[in-house]
């Protein structure tokens, strides 16, 4: 009998809306997650241990546990703080790395994961991927995806303006990684899952045309949405192909290279987006990428984040080792020195240094 549909690994609940973490005590009474309101909340030292001031009395049969960092010790930590409690699920409420601790945390004790982000600078709040410092430097760990998402625009509004625009910056890069996904599929032929790529791409092209500001909540709704279905957009192809192509070969290159020195996660990824999108030839596409990110406040030149033209031609130079066997813009180009700094003499003119 043929196969008629698919069933795409998503979470339950996905409240996006301002005062949303006022009704969380309601999401996570759902019998899907919680049956006995026993509960296992990790927070950050930060954002997270004020806001549990606030939502505590709603869940009285929660224990709270405060994670110091992001690393793969902290989380382990925490899955072995956690496996004597009996709970039904984890509430991850934070920033990305306690979420991202969190989501290891409960894949290791075998829990649901409701993620509660107290900002949005990266698209890995959705994602079946908990990224944690470690020994050898950063890893990506897969995880099961959220059960329910819970992320109150108001709470949003309240953190340092630089996370939104950093996840403005990763949203907007989805465009330039399927891009590198169709690059690939033409060269080599692998397999584009056709659904991510189309979630992934409308996500970025949400974000990169609305009208609004950060400061707007129609905007932080949108940006919101993008980030929670590019996450989706990755369990269902697999891996982070939807949204991670040569621009974030770019960033991890930046971390590698000048890892004392690097700017956030979504300034490097948006920056690397248009630049990669002129090394392809999509000019007006890169032009356009980057009037919308500076109007945002996001960085498109090297010299806003620090860094200078040679040292960026460096990153550009090193960013196709950092994935080895991912096919994009960069690898199908082989580009040496000299033809990065001629590519990114004619960038900088064409989108106004």
């Not at 309601?26 to 997270?48: C, F, Q």
């Not at 080599?188 to 092209?205: F, P, S, V």
């Not at 990153?315 to 096919?327: K, L, N, Q, S």
Request: aromatic share 6%; hydrophobic share 45%.
């Amino acid at each position: 009998m043929p196969v008629l549909t698919r069933l795409i690994p998503s979470p339950v609940v996905v409240d996006i809306r301002p005062g949303a973490l006022d009704d969380l005590a309601g999401v996570l009474s759902d019998e899907r997650i919680s049956h006995s309101g026993k509960l296992a909340v990790a927070v950050s030292n930060g954002s997270g241990v004020r806001l549990r001031e606030r939502i505590a009395p709603a869940l009285p049969g929660a224990t709270w546990y405060e994670v110091g960092g992001g690393t793969l010790d902290d989380a382990v930590r925490l899955a072995g703080d956690m496996r004597a409690g009996h709970y039904d699920a984890v509430v991850g409420l934070g920033g990305g790395k306690i979420i991202d601790c969190a989501k290891f945390a409960a894949a290791r004790v075998g829990l649901p994961l409701v993620a509660v982000p107290t900002n949005l600078a990266h698209d890995g709040l959705c994602s079946p991927v908990a990224t944690l410092d470690n020994d050898a430097g950063r890893g990506s760990y897969g995880v099961p995806n959220p059960i329910a998402v819970v992320i109150d625009l108001d709470v949003i509004r309240e953190a340092p303006v630089r996370f939104v625009r950093a996840g403005i910056g990763d949203a907007v890069s989805n465009i330039n990684a399927i891009a590198d996904w169709e690059l690939s599929n033409r060269v080599t032929g692998e397999k584009i899952d056709g659904l991510a790529a189309a979630m992934a791409r409308q996500a970025g092209e949400a974000v990169l045309r609305h009208p609004g500001g950060i400061g707007e909540n129609g905007f932080l709704q949108v940006l919101s949405e993008a980030l929670v279905l590019t996450g989706i957009a990755m369990s269902i192809s697999g891996d982070s192909r939807p949204a991670s192509g040569s621009c974030h070969e770019i960033n991890h290159a930046f971390d590698l290279l000048f890892p004392k020195r690097a700017a956030s996660h979504g300034e490097q990824c948006g920056l690397g987006a248009a630049f990669a999108m002129h090394l392809r030839g999509a000019t007006e596409e890169a032009v356009f990428m980057a009037e919308v990110l500076r109007r945002h406040g996001l960085p498109v030149l090297p010299e806003e984040i620090g860094f200078t033209v040679d040292e960026f031609v460096q990153v550009v130079e090193f960013a196709p080792r950092t994935r080895p066997g991912r096919y994009t813009i960069l690898e199908h180009l082989d580009l040496k020195t000299d033809q990065i700094k001629d590519i990114y003499s004619d960038y900088a003119k064409a989108i106004g240094s």
